[in-house]
């Protein structure tokens, strides 16, 4: 089956954001699950992965991914490497056929491009990750390797819609404790349920960085299991695992 890569107009770089559709994956996983850190088997993984590799025409070993733990860490890579063991959520380069992969089901993947310098990024946004600051990281370690901020654009991929995400009082505690202006990313919910709002959260931690333009593509991974991997929807449907998105960028 052939894959399914959605894309923005406001990236220069190449890049994709794909979805599950196509891929050896099967089972549970059916489809383009790129998630070495699944329990779907190895090969078909790799041949998944490939299979991204080849659409975004780098080598296989230039397609980057690291070991991610919802930090606001940023790996700057200057050469393709075995970066899996590395614990970060983000990486930026300005080195030609390195290809940055994020992998998400539901956290929300942001691809970044300076066009000008020719430098790039991507993050793995969750909410502790947001609130945590790894898309300032980001285009903080992207200006390390040159770019202007701006001159970036960052774009944030298919992601839990608020609709989709609710939280409990705890979890809305802790963001109006760090500004109490975060509580419009909230809705009331059914009891002392909440909605939170993860894209426009992302926007607004991009927004206020400075850069040239945000946005999101529009995309809730929770709402449409024929094309995404959600882990709240696998754990509201008591499935043992989960999938995982690919959304990669390169130069």
Same mark, same amino acid.
């Given at each position: 089956?052939?894959?399914?890569?959605?894309?923005?107009?406001?990236?220069?770089?190449?890049?994709?954001?794909?979805?599950?559709?196509?891929?050896?994956?099967?089972?549970?996983?059916?489809?383009?699950?790129?998630?070495?850190?699944?329990?779907?088997?190895?090969?078909?993984?790799?041949?998944?992965?490939?299979? /991204? %590799?080849? &659409?975004?025409?780098?080598?296989?070993? *230039? !397609?980057?991914?690291?070991?991610?733990?919802?930090? +606001?860490? =940023?790996?700057?890579?200057?050469?393709?490497?075995?970066?899996?063991?590395?614990?970060?959520?983000?990486?930026?380069?300005?080195?030609?056929?390195?290809?940055?992969?994020?992998?998400?089901?539901?956290?929300?993947?942001?691809?970044?491009?300076?066009?000008?310098?020719?430098?790039?990024?991507?993050?793995?946004?969750?909410?502790?990750?947001?609130?945590?600051? /790894? %898309?300032? &990281?980001?285009?903080?370690?992207?200006? *390390? !390797?040159?770019?202007?901020?701006?001159?970036?654009? +960052?774009? =944030?991929?298919?992601?839990?819609?608020?609709?989709?995400?609710?939280?409990?009082?705890?979890?809305?505690?802790?963001?109006?404790?760090?500004?109490?202006?975060?509580?419009?990313?909230?809705?009331?919910?059914?009891?002392?349920?909440?909605?939170?709002?993860?894209?426009?959260?992302?926007?607004?931690?991009?927004?206020?960085?400075?850069?040239?333009?945000?946005?999101?593509?529009?995309?809730?991974?929770?709402?449409?299991?024929?094309?995404?991997?959600?882990?709240?929807?696998?754990?509201?449907?008591?499935?043992?695992?989960?999938?995982?998105?690919?959304?990669?960028?390169?130069?």
């Amino acid at each position: 089956m052939t894959l399914e890569i959605l894309t923005s107009d406001d990236l220069t770089a190449r890049h994709g954001f794909f979805t599950r559709k196509g891929g050896a994956s099967t089972g549970i996983y059916q489809g383009l699950n790129c998630g070495l850190g699944s329990n779907d088997a190895r090969e078909a993984v790799l041949a998944n992965r490939a299979n /991204v %590799a080849n &659409a975004l025409q780098v080598d296989h070993d *230039a !397609l980057q991914s690291v070991h991610q733990i919802h930090s +606001a860490n =940023v790996v700057t890579l200057t050469s393709p490497a075995d970066r899996n063991a590395i614990k970060a959520d983000a990486m930026v380069t300005a080195t030609k056929g390195i290809a940055l992969g994020i992998l998400t089901a539901d956290c929300a993947p942001i691809l970044f491009s300076d066009p000008v310098t020719g430098v790039i990024g991507a993050a793995h946004s969750g909410w502790k990750g947001a609130i945590g600051g /790894v %898309a300032h &990281a980001t285009i903080t370690a992207m200006e *390390a !390797l040159g770019a202007k901020r701006g001159n970036i654009t +960052a774009v =944030v991929g298919p992601t839990i819609s608020q609709r989709a995400y609710e939280v409990g009082p705890e979890f809305f505690e802790d963001f109006i404790a760090h500004d109490m202006e975060y509580a419009r990313f909230f809705a009331q919910g059914v009891g002392d349920r909440m909605q939170f709002d993860l894209p426009s959260f992302c926007l607004h931690q991009l927004r206020e960085t400075g850069i040239a333009r945000a946005s999101w593509t529009g995309h809730c991974t929770y709402s449409d299991p024929d094309r995404f991997y959600s882990y709240r929807r696998t754990c509201h449907a008591k499935q043992s695992d989960y999938g995982r998105l690919i959304s990669v960028i390169r130069l």
